[in-house]
């Protein structure tokens, strides 16, 4: 879900920044460029890890910057599909459930919340058979189905199979008992 990605590029500074601590203002200028950028068509940057090496700085003729080639590291938030995640139930509607995954929120349309019939009612979902809920606030399992990163990252989820849902309605189930056979002499 999360890797440390390394970037080169050729990093920006204004003459206003030029005076000062040119590498404070590289780090400052990728916090500010990078961070929630889409790299390589899979990946949210989501912050800064290292700045490795800031080459001498470059003047071209007829701009005032100064431009300096950067090695850099990323930390870069990288869903994949059939993943199985935690996060939070941090909404809910009548599309579905908006769960916070990390540095986004996916997406579990509300026919993909449960077993069941769902319906909306009063800032939850409720199966109509099983009776069983999903609100705000909750810990949940889901499971990636769907990535989209053009312009932004949109995630699909699932809560539908085994094992996923709502964390604390897994700690509520009755567990079976088990039958101890005793061997007799």
């Known amino acids: ?62 701009d005032a910057s100064i431009y300096y080639d950067t090695v850099f590291k990323m930390l870069a938030f990288m869903p994949t599909l059939h993943e199985t995640i935690k996060g939070t139930i941090s909404a809910i509607s009548e599309v579905g459930a908006a769960v916070n995954i990390g540095p986004i ?24 058979k099983t009776r069983a809920s999903v609100k705000p606030g909750e810990s949940v399992l889901a499971s990636v189905i769907a990535l989209s990163t053009k312009g932004i990252m949109k995630v699909g989820l699932t809560m539908r199979s085994p094992g996923l849902g709502s964390l604390s309605a897994k700690k509520k189930e009755p567990r079976r008992a ?8």
Do not use: C, W
């Open 1 to 62: 879900m999360y890797e440390i990605v390394t970037l080169r590029d050729r990093i920006r500074v204004d003459p206003k920044n030029a005076g000062g601590d040119y590498g404070s203002a590289v780090e400052n200028i990728i916090r500010k460029d990078y961070i929630g950028k889409i790299v390589e068509d899979r990946s949210l940057l989501v912050g800064l890890v290292d700045v490795e090496s800031v080459g001498e700085g470059m003047i071209i003729p007829g």
């Open 105 to 128: 929120d996916g997406l579990v349309h509300i026919s993909q919340t449960m077993n069941d019939f769902v319906d909306f009612s009063k800032n939850a979902l409720v199966g109509r």
């Open 178 to 185: 088990t039958r101890e056979r005793k061997h007799g002499a």
